[in-house]
C-alpha cells in the first residue's frame, strides 16, 4: 500500500483562492508603490522648483538690497563732499574775518591816540570842535564794526561745529552702508558650490539691535536733511559775514572822504591865518600913539594862536588818517592776495580729486566731475577788484 503523509490537505478551491488572494495583495502593493514613486516624483519637482524660486527671489532681493543701499552711499559720498567744501569755504571766510577785525584795532588805536592826545591840550583851546566829534564817531563807527565782525567769527566757529557734527554723522551712515554692501555682496556670490558654506546655529534669530526698513530709510534721510540744512545755513553765514568784511571798502571810502575834508578844513584854516597875519601885521604900521595894544590886537593875536593849534591838531589827525587808510590798503591787498591764492588753491585741489577718481572708476566709466568751485549754491570769495567784494 502505498503511505499517506500525514497533515491537512486543501483542496483545490482553496489553493485557488490563496492564489488569488497573493496576487491581488501584490498587485496592491504595487499600485501603492506606483502612487508612492509618483508623489515622490511630484514632490521632488515641486521641492526643486520651490528651492530654485525661492533661491531666484532672494539673490534678486539680495540685488535690489545692494542697488538700494548703494544708491544711498553715492547720496552720502555727493554730500560728504559738498559738506567738505562747505567747512572749507566757511573756515576761509572766518579767517578773512578774523584779519579784518585784526585790521581795525590800528584805525582804533590811532583814533584813542588822538583822543588821548587833544587831552593835553589847555586853557581856552580845551574845545569841543568838530575834529574831536569826528574821533568820537570814529570810535564809535569802528568798534561797532568789530563787535559785529567778532559775532560773526563766533557765529562760525559755532557753524563749523554743527558742520563737523553732521559730518561725522554721515561719515558714520557712509561707512555701514560700505560694510553693508560688502556683506551683501558676500551673499549674492555665494552658491552651492562655495567652499566656506555651513550649518549655523539658529541662524532665523533676530539680532538684537536691529530695525526696520523705514527706520533704516529714515536714519539715512535725517543724516541728508540734517546736513544739508546746517550747509544752508553755513551758505547763508558765509554771505553775512563776506557783507561784514566789505564793510572794511566802506570804511576805506569814509576814510578818503574824512581826509578829504580834513584836508579842506586845513585848507581854511591856512587862509583864515593869513588874514590873521595879515592884519596883525599891517597894523605893526599904524603911526605913533596909535599903535596901541587894543581889543583888536588881542583878540587878533588869540586867534592866530588858535588857528596855530588847530592846524597843528588838523596835521597830526590828517597824518593819522592817511597812516589808517594806508593800514586798510595794506590790509585790503593781503585779503585780495590770500584769497587770490586759496581761490587758485581750491581749483587746483578740485582738479586733483578729479584725477584721482581714475583710481576708483573704470577708465570707460570716467566723467570728469563739474567744478564745485564755480557753483551757484557753493561760491567762494574772489579777489577784490576795482573797490567791489566779488563772489566767483
Known sequence: MLSVKPGQRFTVPDWH????????????????????????????????????????????????????????????????????????????????AERALQ???????????CLTLRESRRAIDVVRDPVEDELHKEVRVIDKAKRELQQRVNEAFEQLCLLQEARQQLSFDHRGKMEALEIDRVCLSLSVNSPNISFKVNPTRVPNGSTAVDEWEQN?????????????????????????????????????????RLEEDLRRKMQDLKVAHTRLETRMYRPNVELCRDQVQYGLTDEVHQLEGIIRVLKLKLAAAQDALDALYRQLYRIQTDIGYKANSLVLDNKCMDSRRKLVVPAEKFVPEVDTFNRTTNRAPSPLKNGQLELA
Open 17 to 96: 483562492t490563496n492564489t488569488k488572494l497573493i496576487s491581488a495583495d501584490a498587485e496592491s502593493r504595487r499600485s501603492a508603490s506606483h502612487r508612492v514613486r509618483q508623489e515622490t516624483r511630484a514632490l521632488r519637482n515641486e521641492t526643486n522648483n520651490q528651492a530654485k524660486w525661492d533661491e531666484h527671489d532672494n539673490q534678486t532681493r539680495l540685488t535690489e538690497r545692494i542697488s538700494s543701499v548703494n544708491r544711498w552711499k553715492e547720496t552720502l559720498d555727493k554730500c560728504l563732499t559738498d559738506i567738505d567744501e562747505e567747512i572749507d569755504a566757511l573756515a576761509k571766510v572766518k579767517e578773512a
Open 220 to 260: 539715512s534721510q535725517y543724516n541728508k536733511d540734517h546736513a544739508e540744512a546746517e550747509m544752508k545755513a553755513s551758505t547763508k553765514l558765509r554771505e553775512v559775514i563776506v557783507l561784514a568784511i566789505a564793510q572794511t571798502l566802506e570804511e576805506i571810502s569814509e576814510m578818503e572822504e574824512d581826509i578829504r
Open 103 to 113: 585790521a581795525k584795532n590800528l584805525s582804533l588805536d590811532v583814533a584813542i591816540e
